[in-house]
């Protein structure tokens, strides 16, 4: 019995650690909404595992004019994805925190178009991004500048 | 009790972690998006700024290289009563016209409020001459040296606000029948500019106006330039137009194929360097225009095909003398003579390129 109590008192504080770990680190300063240059959508910046995700929460034309109706991923290459709601899309994906204010690795989907293009995230200051998508190397890229945002809570 | 101690340490890094993920996957569900409507910066002195692009336009090409085709088409050559050529020249007959085409654009500032982008073009023109040992300078000098242009560009985009923005573009070519190994003073290159303001007046449509100073009918000019882009609701047709240099009108098929009609205004003024001519400083006001259907569309992610046929007009191969490279303008109604008329025949062409697009 002393041996289970012992094990579960490490569960819990191995887990809180973990999570401590998880949150705590300046990656983390990606989490929030942010507003692309267009200010045609809003990405949430979300944590999963160890890595971070950005989804659009919000739409300057939610309607798709020509049906009506809300607008899905009518541009991706991949058939199967091309009736999948935009919002709520993952644009963003994979991105790990590399330290001096950057997050690499992950990938920028532009649901206009619909490529995806190798990403790197540069955090200018607590409330500036600059979001270089490219292709191959990053000279061949456009680099693209995103404002946090706060949300208005009623 | 190690075998408890491993036991729990992983099974407490499995949980947190899954614990995070199941988290954020059930705020995913949960997600009330109406949140998101009421929002301000977090920055409060941020503004915002419009975009140098609208929904719809064919993508910027950071590299291209193209193979330009024009059919057979004959040059007259003609002495001007105050020109400085008095000679009369056979009639010089061409197969064909044709050549590589390769440009490159970098980004080198991408910010809201700012963008600046540099570029360079080498354009090689060969010629095949059906004459043989014919009389005509001009024509046996495009026959042995052809005509290139090398030249870097600057396109600066700087918006004021979310609708009013300026742009400019300006560039340096180096244009004749240079050669890499007997290569043209940099004092003869032609300087190009626009400048113009607009209005970015939604995400389908925007305009502007300004002026240009030009080389594209040949000779040197200063010409009001317009600006308009548009795409329509469902994104199955736009206008791309920078008048009175190109305008065409686009039909999108999706966005990775689209097919373009309309023309190009297409020249500048090449020197002739190298050819044996009667007058050393003798320049060909190069100005044509181009008739055309334009097909584009990617062949794998960011790799497009553009092919392009059409009818070739020629609006000048008038040529002048400028000695030292020493500019004039003469405009639409200048008097100043020409030093030779020349006519050309208008072929078809054809224009093939691979291009690495922009994100």
């Known amino acids: 019995m002393k041996n289970v109590l012992i094990a579960l008192c490490l569960v819990l504080s191995g887990s809180l650690f973990s999570s401590f770990i998880q949150q705590g680190t300046d990656g983390d300063r990606l989490l929030g909404v942010w507003e692309p240059s267009n200010g045609r959508a809003r990405v949430k910046v979300e944590k999963i595992g160890s890595k971070y995700f950005g989804k659009i929460v919000w739409l300057k034309e939610p309607i798709d004019p020509e049906t009506n109706l809300p607008k899905v991923d009518k541009n991706n290459p991949d058939p199967a994805l091309q009736s999948v709601p935009l919002k709520g899309y993952r644009m963003l994906k994979d991105f790990t925190y590399a330290g001096n204010n950057q997050w690499t690795g992950g990938t920028i989907y532009d649901p206009l178009n619909g490529s995806t293009y190798n990403c790197t995230i540069n955090m200018r200051d607590n409330n500036t991004l600059d979001i270089r998508g490219y292709i191959g190397v990053s000279a061949f890229g456009r680099t693209d500048v995103w404002k946090r945002l706060q949300v208005q809570r009623n | ?24 996957l059930a705020t995913e569900e949960e997600e009330d998006y109406s949140l998101y409507d009421n929002v301000s910066f977090a920055d409060a002195g941020t503004k915002a700024y419009c975009t140098n692009k609208i929904e719809g336009l064919s993508p910027s090409k950071l590299i291209s290289v193209g193979y330009d085709y024009q059919l057979g088409y004959n040059l007259t050559s003609i002495n001007t009563p105050g020109g400085q050529v008095q000679d009369v020249y056979e009639q010089a007959d061409f197969a064909r016209s044709n050549g590589m085409r390769l440009a490159l654009n970098v980004p080198v500032i991408s910010r809201n409020d700012l963008i600046v982008q540099l570029g360079a ?83 389908r449509k925007m305009w502007g106006w300004g002026l240009a100073r030009t080389y594209r009918v040949g000779e040197l000019n200063y010409i009001p330039i317009l600006l308009y882009n548009s795409t329509n609701l469902a994104n199955t047709w736009g206008t791309e137009v920078l008048f009175p240099a190109r305008a065409h009108v686009r039909r999108t098929f999706n966005p990775r194929s689209m097919l373009f009609m309309g023309y190009e205004l297409e020249g500048n003024s090449y020197r002739m360097y190298r050819s044996s001519v009667p007058q050393n400083d003798l320049e060909i006001r190069r100005g044509e225009l181009r008739f055309r259907f334009v097909y584009e569309r990617s062949l794998k992610d960011f790799i497009w095909l553009s092919a392009q046929v059409g009818y070739r007009y020629n609006y000048s191969f008038d040529a002048d003398v400028l000695p030292e490279g020493q500019e004039f303008f003469r405009g639409f109604f200048g008097d100043q003579p020409l030093a030779m008329e020349q006519s050309l025949t208008n072929p078809l062409y054809f224009n093939i390129s691979l291009n690495l697009v922009s994100p």
Request: no cysteine; net charge neutral; proline share 3%.
């Open chain 2, 1 to 24: 009790m190690r075998k408890y101690l491993a036991f729990a340490a992983f099974t407490g890094l499995a949980f947190g972690s899954t614990w995070a993920q199941v988290d954020s």
């Open chain 2, 121 to 203: 073009n080498y354009w090689n023109q060969g010629y095949s001459l059906e004459n043989e040992g014919i009389d005509n300078p001009i024509a046996a000098g495009l026959a042995a040296n052809g005509l290139r242009t090398t030249g870097m560009n600057l396109t600066v985009f700087k918006p004021f606000d979310e609708t009013r923005f300026f742009l400019f573009q300006g560039s340096g070519d180096l244009n004749g029948d240079y050669s890499f190994s007997d290569i043209m003073p940099l004092k003869y290159t032609k300087y190009s500019a626009a400048a113009l303001y607009g209005k970015r007046v939604s995400d």
